[in-house]
């Protein structure tokens, strides 16, 4: 166990295995994959049409505030200018499908079906529709491992929307729940609010939501009150993600397959 | 059942609990889910303890190991240890009536999940004790069903 901490002696044994494991996390996912397409099957006509409308209403409003957001960001990127900002990032996207999740209670790990052939390194992050979800450990050819955010031995550096509060977010081994590190006891913090990445690290992206305050503990005497969050994300059920490709040419946004 | 047999169905056993292991599940049901590769190799040695014992066992855990990407000899520590119960106890097990074996494979969960939690604790991984009571109920739940697939294999020697 000591070796296995300390070296990489067991990368091989392990990377192969990782891939020999395919076709069991292909049959595990199998009873999942049958009842989609049950509920497929046995769906109404009508049912689907009531759907299928929601959906273009929805498709509707996420185009009018992209074109917003478009204006924003324009606006945003004149501003950057005028402050001579070295930096200019833009985001693209790649959708991937998790194929396995890791069983372990203690290891929050998900296999994605995009390897090397699709370009994903180590290190890039992942979202699901709601907000961040982890990052890429591991790359094979044809599919990868991410390690969550809600990992016991993941830390991502967070900030608060309403007053740019920086922290870091830490994993506790529950999917519902991440913890603040070091938020002093004076510090202005309240429940309900929204924590997004702050970049710091280079790691993550700027501005993507991590979660929402749920709980403040003070305890009497200590330096340091203790932060509950709940992840914006849905750590345990997004079955579609995103991994995001930074790129500071300002690469076209919408890489999305 | 011929020795080949008998090898066969124990890698199918195995094969499917690490299946199983694998099936993904969210919320309170993963916390209902119980550790299928432990109760194959538990079942495997109560009813072939002659054959299958300590080595088999800390091999299975290595499978573990591996599936679970934990540090490796964890389980197979745990599995080894676990294991070395039922081996010990093996020629009563085969006389008890399934309900004790089913509230012997609770006692059983209860202290491989127990050790499990100390083990990760040399990796600073919080411990948590709430779903272990649940994790056992889960697996003697499933036990009748093992026990007696694993009783109907060794009968066709």
């Known amino acids: ?257 | 059942m011929k020795q080949s047999g008998v090898g066969l169905a124990l890698i199918i056993s195995v094969f499917i609990a690490s299946v199983l292991q694998l099936v993904p599940v969210s919320g309170y049901l993963l916390v209902l889910k119980p550790n299928f590769l432990l109760l194959v190799v538990i079942g495997w040695i109560i009813f072939r303890p002659s054959q299958w014992g300590i080595g088999f066992a800390a091999f299975t855990g290595l499978l573990a190991d591996l599936i679970f990407r934990a540090p490796i000899g964890m389980h197979v520590l745990l599995f080894s240890a676990v294991g070395a119960i039922p081996l010990y106890l093996s020629g009563w097990l085969v006389y008890f009536s399934l309900i004790h074996r089913c509230l012997f494979v609770f006692f059983l969960i209860i202290l491989a999940e127990f050790i499990r939690n100390i083990l990760l604790l040399m990796w600073e991984i919080p411990m948590d004790y709430s779903y272990i009571l649940m994790t056992a109920l889960a697996s003697a739940a499933v036990w009748p069903a093992i026990d007696r697939l694993l009783i109907r294999v060794n009968r066709k020697r």
């Open chain 1, 1 to 257: 166990m000591a070796a296995h901490n300390y070296t990489n002696w067991f990368d091989p044994i392990e990377n192969f295995f990782d891939n020999a494991l395919l076709p069991a996390h292909w049959l595990a996912t199998v009873p999942a994959r049958f009842n989609a397409w049950g509920e497929l099957i046995l769906s109404d006509r009508s049912d689907l049409e009531v759907e299928n409308t929601r959906l273009k209403q929805e498709s509707l409003i996420h185009r009018g505030q992209i074109q917003r957001m478009a204006d924003l960001a324009a606006e945003n990127l004149r501003l950057r200018l005028l402050l001579n900002a070295t930096e200019l990032l833009m985001d693209s996207v790649l959708v991937t499908e998790v194929i396995g999740v890791s069983p372990s209670r203690n290891s929050h790990t998900l296999f994605i079906d995009r390897g090397t052939k699709d370009n994903v390194y180590v290190g890039q992050p992942i979202l699901d529709a709601e907000g961040l979800m982890g990052q890429v450990i591991e790359v094979f050819d044809e599919h990868s491992v991410a390690l969550l955010i809600t990992d016991s031995t993941h830390a991502i550096p967070v900030q608060i929307l309403r007053n740019g509060l920086r922290s870091i977010a830490e994993g506790t081994s529950d999917y519902d729940r991440l913890r603040l590190r070091f938020v002093s006891s004076t510090a202005d913090i309240k429940e309900g609010d929204q924590l997004v990445s702050s970049g710091l690290g280079g790691r993550f992206p700027v501005g993507y939501p991590v979660g929402s305050v749920i709980n403040i503990e003070h305890n009497s005497g200590a330096s340091f009150v203790e932060v509950d969050i709940t992840p914006a994300a849905k750590i345990d059920r997004s079955k579609h993600l995103l991994l995001v490709f930074t790129s500071e040419d300002g690469g076209e946004v919408g890489r999305s397959q």
